[in-house]
Nanobody, 127 residues
Framework: QLALVQSGGGLVQSGGSLRLTCAAS????????IAWFRQAPGKEREAVSCVSNGGGSSYYAESVKGRFTISRDSAKNTMSLQMNSLNSEDTATYYCAAEYLGGCRRKGPREDDFDYWGQGTQVTVSS
């Protein structure tokens, strides 16, 4: 059984950067497709980014392209989301997710593609 524990997040000024990390335990994260989702107050959860098991395919939402980078660290068994040039529209609770041998849809991941989720972490961007 895979377990995901998130860290990072917090309050940052507009234009700043943050790095979110999800530490995996119980299984090797390399065997999983991974993704990040976010949910702003009063809005539905939306896909931010994903990368398939093996790294052959990836996706970024248009709103974060060129600013956010998804990655995984095999040695540490972690996944991360580096977020640069943050703005107020990035304010949300962010969730990491993983699926055994999972892919990454070209049009973006769906929540029900993933069985394993982090607990969520708040990102607040002040203007």
């Amino acid at each position: 059984q895979l377990a995901l524990v998130q860290s990072g997040g917090g309050l940052v000024q507009s234009g700043g950067s943050l790095r979110l990390t999800c530490a995996a335990s119980g299984r090797t994260l390399d065997d999983y497709g991974i993704a990040w989702f976010r949910q702003a107050p009063g809005k539905e959860r939306e896909a931010v980014s994903c990368v398939s098991n093996g790294g052959g395919s990836s996706y970024y939402a248009e709103s974060v392209k060129g600013r956010f980078t998804i990655s995984r660290d095999s040695a540490k068994n972690t996944m991360s989301l580096q977020m640069n040039s943050l703005n107020s529209e990035d304010t949300a609770t962010y969730y990491c997710a993983a699926e055994y041998l999972g892919g990454c849809r070209r049009k973006g991941p769906r929540e029900d593609d993933f069985d394993y989720w982090g607990q969520g972490t708040q990102v607040t961007v002040s203007s």
